[in-house]
Nanobody, 124 residues
Framework: QVQLVESGGGSVQAGGSLRVSCAAY????????MAWFRQAPGKEREGVAV????????SYPDSVKGRFTISQDNAKNTVYLQMDSLKPEDTAMYYC?????????????????WGQGTQVTVSS
């Protein structure tokens, strides 16, 4: 049984940083692609980072490019999202997702497993 467990969310002031983690059980983060999505109240789910091919391929949307960094630790079977220069509009529930695809983008339909989410709140 695959389980993805997020942690590390919290509250921070604008301009600050947070790192969220996603520990995988029953699934190796080096198999396919791992991604982070977020969803704010009343808004659609948005992909903010994806990492594939054991970490050699990464992609970000323009809304977070240069501020967010996705990485993975294969030994710990964990994926991280480092978020810097946070803005109030980054406030959302952040979800980790896993895909068996070797190449996957930021569309939620590409992902097979999801975590429960961790809340990130950025105050102005």
């Amino acid at each position: 049984q695959v389980q993805l467990v997020e942690s590390g969310g919290g509250s921070v002031q604008a301009g600050g940083s947070l790192r969220v983690s996603c520990a995988a059980y029953g699934y190796s983060v080096s198999w396919g692609c791992m991604a982070w999505f977020r969803q704010a109240p009343g808004k659609e789910r948005e992909g903010v980072a994806v990492i594939c091919s054991g970490g050699s391929r990464k992609s970000y949307p323009d809304s977070v490019k240069g501020r967010f960094t996705i990485s993975q630790d294969n030994a710990k079977n964990t994926v991280y999202l480092q978020m810097d220069s946070l803005k109030p509009e980054d406030t959302a529930m952040y979800y980790c997702a896993a895909s068996f695809r070797l190449v996957a983008g930021l569309s939620s339909e590409s992902y097979n497993y999801w975590g429960q989410g961790t809340q990130v709140t950025v105050s102005s």
